[in-house]
Nanobody, 121 residues
Framework: QAQIEESGGGLVQSGNSLSLSCTAS?????MAWFRQPPGREREFVAA????????DYADSLKGRFTISRDPIRDTVDLRMSSLTPEDTAVYYC?????????????????WGQGTPVTVSS
């Protein structure tokens, strides 16, 4: 069965950047990052379609977060910049087999275990 693994989480100071990586053992159509802040529900962060490279982001994160595909490591990476304590969350990588342009609402049925990111003030 498909396996998804996130890495790169940790403790980071406010204003700094952090990059997360996601690997998948299957050729999914699109992969995405979600996050779940403490005490809050999970929310969409960003997504990328493997085939055409289309990207989508949560409106509030545009300009600060960048999702990309690493052709060398074959990973989906999330670069987070200008981090604030509000970005503290467990970040999850997810994947979908559905071919769709609507990446935010695609059925992400494959999930990693999550990697925690803590942003200190």
């Amino acid at each position: 069965q498909a396996q998804i693994e996130e890495s790169g989480g940790g403790l980071v100071q406010s204003g700094n950047s952090l990059s997360l990586s996601c690997t998948a053992s299957f050729g999914f159509y699109a992969m995405a990052w979600f996050r779940q802040p403490p005490g809050r529900e999970r929310e969409f962060v960003a997504a990328i379609a493997w085939r055409n490279g289309n990207r989508d982001y949560a409106d509030s994160l545009k300009g600060r977060f960048t999702i990309s595909r690493d052709p060398i490591r074959d990973t989906v990476d999330l670069r987070m910049s200008s981090l604030t304590p509000e970005d503290t969350a467990v970040y999850y990588c997810a994947a979908t087999l559905e071919n769709t342009r609507f990446l935010k609402t695609a059925p992400y049925t494959y999930w990693g275990q999550g990697t925690p990111v803590t942003v200190s003030s």
